[in-house]
């Protein structure tokens, strides 16, 4: 299936890049991108070409992405039943209010345009970082409108949040541990803060906060673990398809 489509999909880019003219088949594609045989698929070189970037985006990204829309907005729509079904005092959650419904027309305004290729392709950064900081931005607003601060308050959210950055957002790798560090680093920075000036004993509240630092630490070395084995076997995929296709 991944060969057919990578086939049609560098058909049509060639098609594209030389101005609509036909491109049929091996032979033509070699011909069509000079060094497509010779230097795209060599088993010695890294696949960090257009075409790769293509097929990367298209078939990994782009699925990924919407995928994760898809259950934000479904979960956003879910809290929103909830807030309505239990008769909460609209005035005493204003922020509940309207940082949840304006994260769900973002994510649906990304969503929509994610669809478009052309778009998705020249925005996929910025939806990305978009879809980050509304995250982080709800993951807050849980922290502060729950009533009490405990210290472990939201590290679950927080630490979806760092799994969802290296496994489904389109980060790189350095872009991906950037954002899992600031999401970390703000959290336990900012429940530092907040809870230094209230507790009456520091001991435990400096526990908790070191229990919390290692569950981070612990979730960013797994999620770029991961990362890291998907990227090589997407190359080894992409690597694979090019020699069948050569062949």
Same mark, same amino acid.
């Given at each position: 299936?991944?060969?057919?489509?990578?086939?049609?999909?560098?058909?049509?880019?060639?098609?594209?890049?030389?101005?609509?003219?036909?491109?049929?088949?091996?032979?033509?594609?070699?011909?069509?991108?000079?060094?497509?045989?010779?230097?795209?698929?060599?088993?010695?070189?890294?696949?960090?070409?257009?075409?790769?970037?293509?097929?990367?985006?298209?078939?990994?990204?782009?699925?990924?992405?919407?995928?994760?829309?898809?259950?934000?907005?479904?979960?956003?729509?879910?809290?929103?039943?909830?807030?309505?079904?239990?008769?909460?005092?609209?005035?005493?959650?204003?922020?509940?209010?309207?940082?949840?419904?304006?994260?769900?027309?973002?994510?649906?305004?990304?969503?929509?345009?994610?669809?478009?290729?052309?778009?998705?392709?020249?925005?996929?950064?910025?939806?990305?970082?978009?879809?980050?900081?509304?995250?982080?931005?709800?993951?807050?607003?849980?922290?502060?409108?729950?009533?009490?601060?405990?210290?472990?308050?939201?590290?679950?959210?927080?630490?979806?949040?760092?799994?969802? /950055?290296?496994?489904?957002?389109?980060?790189?790798?350095?872009?991906?541990?950037?954002?899992?560090?600031?999401?970390?680093?703000?959290?336990?920075?900012?429940?530092?803060?907040?809870?230094?000036?209230? /507790?009456?004993?520091?001991?435990?509240?400096?526990?908790?906060?070191?229990?919390? /630092?290692?569950?981070?630490?612990?979730?960013?070395?797994?999620?770029?673990?991961?990362?890291?084995?998907?990227?090589?076997?997407?190359?080894?995929?992409?690597?694979?398809?090019?020699?069948?296709?050569?062949?």
């Amino acid at each position: 299936m991944w060969q057919e489509a990578l086939w049609t999909r560098g058909r049509y880019l060639l098609e594209k890049s030389d101005g609509g003219e036909g491109v049929e088949g091996s032979e033509s594609l070699g011909d069509g991108c000079p060094g497509f045989q010779s230097e795209v698929c060599l088993d010695d070189e890294k696949p960090q070409d257009w075409l790769y970037e293509s097929y990367y985006r298209m078939s990994q990204q782009h699925p990924l992405i919407v995928f994760l829309l898809l259950i934000v907005m479904g979960t956003c729509l879910a809290l929103l039943a909830v807030f309505f079904a239990s008769g909460l005092n609209t005035e005493d959650h204003l922020a509940f209010l309207i940082t949840v419904p304006t994260a769900l027309f973002l994510f649906l305004s990304i969503f929509i345009l994610v669809c478009i290729e052309s778009v998705f392709k020249r925005m996929l950064r910025l939806f990305s970082l978009l879809i980050w900081a509304c995250l982080v931005t709800m993951g807050y607003l849980f922290m502060f409108s729950g009533g009490k601060l405990s210290p472990w308050d939201q590290v679950s959210f927080f630490l979806f949040i760092v799994f969802v /950055v290296y496994t489904m957002l389109p980060f790189s790798m350095k872009w991906a541990v950037t954002a899992s560090g600031i999401t970390c680093l703000s959290h336990t920075i900012t429940l530092s803060i907040c809870l230094t000036s209230t /507790v009456t004993e520091l001991e435990p509240l400096i526990w908790q906060i070191l229990a919390n /630092v290692i569950i981070f630490t612990c979730g960013n070395l797994a999620g770029a673990y991961h990362k890291h084995l998907m990227d090589l076997a997407l190359k080894q995929t992409y690597q694979d398809t090019c020699n069948c296709i050569k062949s």
